[in-house]
């Protein structure tokens, strides 16, 4: 069975804070995929990233950055400097081996205040 | 059209009806999925379409729902004698290949919300 587990439902901030998103994932599979999607009031999906499970090495795109721990099975995402456009909800996902299904965390809802 | 497009953005029906929702992905794409996402919750899968074939569709909940994909490209979900609890935003997705090398990037549309009285 997978699991993604977010336990932050919601969290404000103030423009220009930095905010982390965690996420927590269970797994048996030795190969898997870790995603990130952005869930804008519109409702589509957007998609961030994508990391395998035999790359632990961080990632950094402009104000978002992501930190990969095997050892903890946790993917968060970090926005630097956030701005009222990365109010949305934040969507953690996996994907084992062999399966085209993503299983999504709950979802974390941030808000940015000017 | 560039993106995913689903109609209609919003179904309201009686307990009972039946339902149709349409997905028209993105041109070339040739993986279909269908999520549903209930209130204050993560998508959850229903079915996923290579082509014109399932190839998994055990995200579906129950034999009420059944999806098609008669030429490869546009797909149908559809619910017979729809219930309270089937009320929730139905998210297609499509992406280009099911190679293990495909990045994973599925491009969603906007979703149908489904409402049922």
New interface residues.
């Given amino acids: 069975a997978q699991k993604?587990t977010?336990a932050q439902t919601e969290i404000s901030v103030v423009e220009k804070e930095d905010v982390t998103l965690d996420c927590v994932y269970e797994t048996r599979d030795t190969t898997y995929?870790l995603?990130w999607?952005k869930q804008p009031p519109?409702?589509?999906?957007?998609?961030l990233i994508?990391r395998n499970s035999f790359d632990e090495q961080n990632e950094i795109s402009g104000r978002y950055s992501w930190n990969f721990q095997k050892s903890t099975s946790s993917f968060n995402f970090t926005i630097t400097a956030s701005q009222v456009v990365d109010s949305a909800v934040y969507?953690c996902?996996l994907?084992g081996t062999g399966?085209?299904?993503?299983?999504?965390?709950?979802?974390t809802r941030l808000q940015v205040q000017p | 059209g560039a993106g995913v497009s689903q109609t209609p953005s919003n179904k309201v029906t009686e307990k009972g009806k039946y339902v149709e929702l349409r997905c028209d992905p993105i041109s070339g794409h040739t993986a279909l999925y269908w999520y549903r996402q209930s209130l204050g919750q993560g998508p959850e899968f229903l079915i996923y379409f290579q082509g014109t074939g399932a190839a998994d569709d055990s995200g579906l909940p129950n034999d009420r729902f059944f999806a098609v994909r008669p030429e490869g490209s546009v797909s149908t979900l559809k619910i017979q004698r729809t219930e309270r609890g089937d009320s929730a935003v139905y998210l297609c997705a499509s992406s280009l290949t099911m190679s293990t090398d495909n990045t994973g990037e599925l491009f969603f549309g906007e979703g149908s919300r489904l409402t049922v009285l």
């Fill in positions: 993604v977010q995929y995603f999607y519109s409702g589509e999906l957007v998609f994508r969507f996902a994907r399966r085209r299904a993503l299983t999504f965390g709950s979802g």
